[in-house]
């Protein structure tokens, strides 16, 4: 899977923009759970968010839903689309839509601790910490968790949190805080 890097996130590499899930690879699967045509739908959906058509992608994620009501990866593209738009609570409950059909869905997981992050650190904390169980190498993850951690004052936390995400992204290296890396 890809992740489109969002400049709004404030993280690197963050994938709170787009998630531009080619139904393929691993999401293989999903095509044989549902019709070759709610695949299809997923695919126009991305494809109208990478062109920057949020009210034609939004539209056919809920036609997706309509045809597969728990399907992931609309709940998730509606979220982004929400959260895009500063509609917070509307891009919270697609998150947690997302989550309720695979409750270890990396990016949903990461979107949701971003959303949660300033007024609920702990639970983007638990968030994020699901992320990276889910993906161990999502960079990002360990990012924004060394962030979280160092403004809570757990510095020694943070600072493995940030090696981390600079071992397996080395160009988050610029990003990290002074005296997090010496």
């Not at 697609?94 to 949701?112: C, H, I, R, S, V």
């Not at 609920?120 to 993850?141: C, F, Q, V």
């Not at 949190?161 to 805080?177: G, H, K, M, W, Y």
């Amino acid at each position: 899977m890809a992740f489109a890097e969002s400049p709004s996130s404030g993280v690197p590499g963050g994938y709170t923009q787009v998630l531009p899930v080619e139904v393929q690879g691993e999401d293989s699967v999903l095509r044989g759970h549902v019709s070759e045509d709610v695949a299809a739908l997923v695919d126009k959906g991305v494809d109208q968010m990478n062109r920057h058509d949020l009210v034609g992608a939004s539209n056919t994620f809920m036609q997706v839903l309509k045809a597969d009501p728990g399907n992931k990866y609309a709940w998730y593209n509606l979220g982004v689309i929400a959260h895009q738009g500063n509609k917070l609570t509307s891009a919270r409950r697609a998150y947690e839509k997302a989550l309720k059909t695979d409750p270890m869905f990396g990016p949903a997981l990461y979107n949701q601790a971003l959303l949660v992050q300033a007024s609920d650190p702990d639970r983007a904390i638990a968030l994020l910490k699901r992320a990276i169980a889910s993906d161990p190498k999502a960079s990002t993850a360990y990012f924004l968790l060394g962030e979280i951690l160092a403004k809570r004052g757990s510095m020694s936390e943070a600072k493995d949190a940030f090696i981390l995400a600079v071992t397996i992204d080395p160009q988050l290296r610029s990003e990290v805080p002074p005296g997090f890396l010496d």
